[in-house]
């Protein structure tokens, strides 16, 4: 392999897919793939999830700041980065099994029309945006949107809905977003956003969808509105008349939160290889809960205690995400590579040294 120069660009190779490209000296590693259609796996690109660790098999990067939680001091020593805050210094070879054809849909950049804002519950919004007139997104179900504040700030929202569905009459893009009080936008959605108001989005980002060259049983784990691409999952399921045998398990700290309860259960109806588990952490008296508690990801375990031959999808609080992680690899012996997330990490998230 040949020396880069920080001008002419480094070359990046990811085993054991023999996939290649060039990234420049000034540009993340994980930045210089996304612009190259190449899919690498990825979650907040802000070095707090950690969705982004890969091994470095050989050559030099600059590693920049991060969480520990997503990169540990003893990780690091061992070989792994983050694509999301790496730069290379020389020709690098990394070492990732989840490199996919993600990539394929282009990012862009558009207007979007606010079409509906409809409550969910007492800190859930859907929204529905509404694509310009010939230029429909192309995503896979899963993936996610950044609106694009003043000042170049932003955010990001995962569809909850699965691409097929854009093309039905009256429907747009469809998002979750839960209230954080004192949050810039999500201030502005439970206060005065109103119908047809002009946002920016760029997208699609992640790498968070259904593998479909697997027919293993599958797990779905949401957390709060961790749900929203969970959902397009299953649509998308079957909108293609997929029957690998899937569970979900749904996790709130109340019953009210588990927002589409009879959406799911209607679902189950037509999809009988689906299987729904609601899961409350905190219920008082007047809930009347009878259904499961405790922590969300516990549950899973409980009912599987083997996961070797399964593959897990899970999404929300990083808490979870990192729990659900460690504990079925560990306990479970789920493959490492067969763990796919989409770890919601917060701006006060990102904001942890």
């Known amino acids: 392999m040949s020396a880069g120069s920080p001008e002419a660009g480094f070359s990046i190779t990811i085993e054991p897919s023999g996939r290649h490209f060039a990234a420049q000296g000034d540009e993340t590693i994980l930045a210089a793939a996304i612009r190259q259609g190449i899919g690498l796996p990825y979650g907040c690109k802000d070095g707090a999830c950690g969705s982004c660790k890969c091994k470095k098999l050989s050559g030099e990067v600059e590693i920049g700041a991060h969480q520990s939680k997503a990169l540990s001091a003893e990780e690091q020593i061992n070989g792994y980065v983050l694509t999301c805050c790496s730069r290379a210094k020389t020709d690098v070879v990394l070492e990732s099994r989840q490199v996919t054809e993600a990539g394929a849909f282009p990012v862009r950049k558009m207007p979007v029309r606010v079409q509906a804002l409809t409550r969910l519950s007492h800190d859930v919004m859907g929204i529905r945006l509404q694509m310009p007139a010939g230029e429909p997104l192309q995503f896979h179900a899963g993936q996610y949107v950044e609106f694009i504040l003043q000042g170049g700030v932003r955010r990001s929202y995962s569809m909850a809905n699965a691409p097929h569905t854009l093309a039905q009459p009256g429907h747009g893009v469809e998002l979750h977003i839960r ?106 008296p007047e809930d009347n809960w009878t259904g499961r508690t405790g922590f969300v990801h516990l549950a899973v ?35 490492d590579e067969e763990f796919f997330a989409d770890s919601f990490t917060s701006e006060a998230d990102k904001a942890v040294p």
């Open 179 to 284: 209230h954080m009080p004192g949050g810039r936008f999500t201030d502005h959605v439970f206060g005065g956003m109103k119908e047809k108001e002009i946002l920016r989005i760029e997208g699609p980002y992640g790498s968070f969808f259904l593998r479909e060259d697997s027919d293993k049983p599958v797990v779905l784990l949401a957390s709060g509105t961790g749900f929203a691409p969970i959902k397009a999952l299953i649509e998308h399921m079957e909108h293609k008349g997929i029957t690998r045998p899937a569970v979900l398990y749904w996790g709130g700290r109340r019953p009210e939160d588990l927002y589409m309860d009879d959406w799911l259960k209607d679902c189950m109806t037509r999809m009988p290889n689906l299987h729904y588990v609601p899961v409350v952490s905190n219920a008082v």
């Open 301 to 335: 375990l409980e009912d599987i205690p083997d996961l070797s031959g399964h593959q897990v999808y899970a999404c929300g609080a990083p808490i979870v995400v990192d729990s659900a992680h460690k504990d079925y690899v560990a306990r479970a012996g789920l493959p």
